[in-house]
C-alpha cells in the first residue's frame, strides 16, 4: 500500500512540474514580436489543449479497456512506455530549442516588494515619477526580460521603489538592499499578479463543474441504461464524447469563430479577446449543468422503484449525457485555453510559469472545492433522515437539483467575473505598444 501512495504522489509530483513549465516553454518557442510567430503563439495553446485531451482519450479507451479486463500491470506498463517515448522525443528536440535565461525565485521577489512597501509607510511620497528606483539593464538580474511600464493601482506598492534620502546614502555607499528599495519593474511585477488573482478566482467554479465529470457524471451514467444488444458502455468511457468535442470545437473556432468576428470588428485585433473567451466558456458551462440537471430529472422518471441498488435501474439510455459531455468540451475550449493565453500574455516575462501554475491550480482546487461542496451538500440535505441529495443509491436522491445547484453558482460567478474583468488593466510592456493603442484598456 505504501508503494501504491508513492506512486500517486510521483504521479502528481511530475504533473506539477511538467504540464505548467511545457506549456511556458512551448510558448517561448515563439516570438510574439513577430507577426507570423505571435500568431502561431496564439494557435499553439489550442493544440497544446488538444494533445493533452487526446492523450485523454487514448487513457479512456485503450487503459479503459484493461482495467475492464482485469490487466492493470500492462496498463501501468503501457503508460510508463509513453511518458518515456514522450521524454525521449523531447530530448531529440533540445538542438533546436531556444532558451531563456531564468530570472530568480519569484516568490523572495514578491516578499521583497511587500517588505520594501511596508518599511516606508511612513515616507510622504511625491507625485514625480523620477523619483522611483529605475535599474540599470547590465544591473539587473533580470536582464532579456521586456521592462513593464509604471501603473497607477496598487499605490502603496509603489513606496517599495520610492528613493528616500537613506537610499541615496546606500547608493553613494555602494550598498543595494532589495529588501528595502526595489526597481519599478519589481514592483509592476507584483502588480500584475494581484490584478490576476480576482480573475483566477473566479476560474475555480468552472473547475469545480469541469470536475463533475470525472465524478457524478459516471455515478449517473451507471445508473442509466448501458447496453446496446449484448454491448455494455462503460460510463467513464462517456468522457469520450468530451474529448471529441474539445477537438471539434478548438478548430471550428481557430477556423469558423475566430475569423468572422475578426471582421465583424473590423480593428486590427483579430477574434474574441480572452477575457471574452472565458466568459463565454462559463455560459456554456452554464447550460452543461442545466443539460445534465434536465437529464437526470427524466433519468429519475423512468428508474424501476423498489430497487435496492441504482445500477442500471433507469431505462433512460445513457447516450442522453452526450449533450453534457459536450457543451463540458466546447466550455473547455473557450476557458482553459483561454485561460491560458490569458496567464501567458498577462504575466511578465520572467514569471510566465507561476502563470501557466495558476491555470493548474485553478483545476486542482476545483477539485477540492467540488467535494467540499458535495459535504456541505449531504449534511445539509440528510438532516431530518433524509436520504440527501446525492446517496449511494442515486434513485432516492435529487442528484438533479445538485446540478441545478452548481448552475446557479456558476451563474453568479460569471457576474462576479464580469465584474473583475471590467476592473482588469492589462499589463504595459514597454515597447509593446503602437502609438494609438490605449495600452490601459482590456475589452471585455
Known amino acids: 500500500m505504501g508503494m501504491f501512495y508513492l506512486s500517486i504522489y510521483l504521479i502528481a509530483l511530475g504533473n506539477g512540474g511538467y504540464q505548467p513549465n511545457i506549456a511556458t516553454f512551448g510558448a517561448d518557442q515563439f516570438d510574439e514580436e ?6 502561431s503563439k496564439v494557435a499553439f495553446f489550442s493544440y497544446f489543449y488538444l494533445a493533452l485531451n487526446l492523450g485523454s482519450l487514448f487513457s479512456n479507451t485503450i487503459l479503459g479497456y484493461y482495467e475492464d479486463e482485469g490487466t492493470w500491470a500492462l496498463g501501468f506498463w503501457v503508460s510508463a512506455g509513453s511518458a518515456f517515448a514522450a521524454l525521449v522525443l523531447f530530448l531529440l528536440g533540445t538542438p533546436r530549442y531556444r532558451h531563456f535565461k531564468p530570472s530568480g525565485n519569484p516568490l523572495s521577489r514578491f516578499c521583497q516588494v511587500l517588505v520594501a512597501a511596508s518599511r516606508k509607510w511612513r515616507v510622504q511620497m511625491t507625485e514625480n515619477e523620477e523619483d522611483l528606483y529605475v535599474m540599470d539593464e547590465n544591473e539587473s538580474s533580470t536582464n532579456g526580460n521586456r521592462k513593464i511600464l509604471h501603473t497607477n493601482g496598487f499605490r502603496f506598492l509603489d513606496r517599495a521603489s520610492f528613493i528616500c534620502s537613506r537610499d541615496l546614502e546606500d547608493q553613494k555607499g555602494g550598498l543595494y538592499n532589495y529588501w528595502r528599495l526595489c526597481p519599478i519593474t519589481q ?7 494581484l490584478r490576476l488573482l480576482p480573475i483566477w478566482l473566479c476560474t475555480i467554479i468552472y473547475s469545480v463543474v469541469f470536475t463533475q465529470m470525472a465524478s457524478l457524471f459516471v455515478e449517473q451514467g451507471a445508473a442509466m441504461k448501458t447496453t446496446i444488444s449484448h ?9 469520450s464524447f468530451d474529448i471529441l468535442s474539445v477537438a471539434v470545437f478548438i478548430f471550428f473556432y481557430r477556423r469558423v469563430i ?23 466558456g462559463l455560459v456554456i458551462a452554464v447550460m452543461a449543468m442545466v443539460s445534465a440537471g434536465i437529464v437526470e430529472c427524466y433519468r429519475l422518471k423512468y428508474a424501476k422503484p423498489g430497487c435496492p441498488h441504482c445500477s442500471g435501474t433507469s431505462s433512460l439510455s445513457i447516450f442522453w449525457q452526450i449533450p453534457q459531455y459536450a457543451l463540458i468540451g466546447a466550455s473547455e475550449v473557450f476557458m482553459y485555453v483561454g485561460q491560458l493565453e490569458f ?20 483545476i486542482s482546487l476545483g477539485n477540492y472545492v467540488s467535494s467540499l461542496l458535495v459535504s456541505m451538500v449531504m449534511k445539509i440535505s440528510t438532516e431530518d433522515h433524509m ?12 442528484l438533479d437539483r445538485f446540478y441545478f445547484l452548481l448552475a446557479a453558482l456558476t451563474s453568479i460567478d460569471l457576474v462576479v467575473y464580469i465584474a473583475c474583468a471590467k476592473w482588469f488593466k492589462s499589463i504595459q510592456l514597454e515597447g509593446k505598444y503602437e502609438e494609438n493603442d490605449k495600452p490601459g484598456n482590456f475589452k471585455v
Open 34 to 39: 513577430h507577426s507570423k510567430e505571435g500568431f
Open 187 to 193: 514592483v509592476e511585477e507584483v502588480k500584475c499578479i
Open 231 to 239: 454491448f455494455r458502455i462503460p460510463p467513464a468511457s462517456m468522457s
Open 258 to 280: 475566430d475569423p468572422l468576428v475578426g471582421k465583424l470588428k473590423k480593428t486590427s485585433s483579430k477574434g474574441l479577446t480572452e477575457l471574452q473567451r472565458m466568459g463565454i
Open 343 to 362: 496567464f501567458n500574455a498577462q504575466t511578465p516575462d520572467g514569471l510566465k510559469s507561476f502563470g501557466s501554475a495558476l491555470c493548474m491550480t485553478s
Open 387 to 398: 436520504p440527501g441529495w446525492i446517496p449511494g443509491n442515486l434513485n432516492r436522491g435529487h
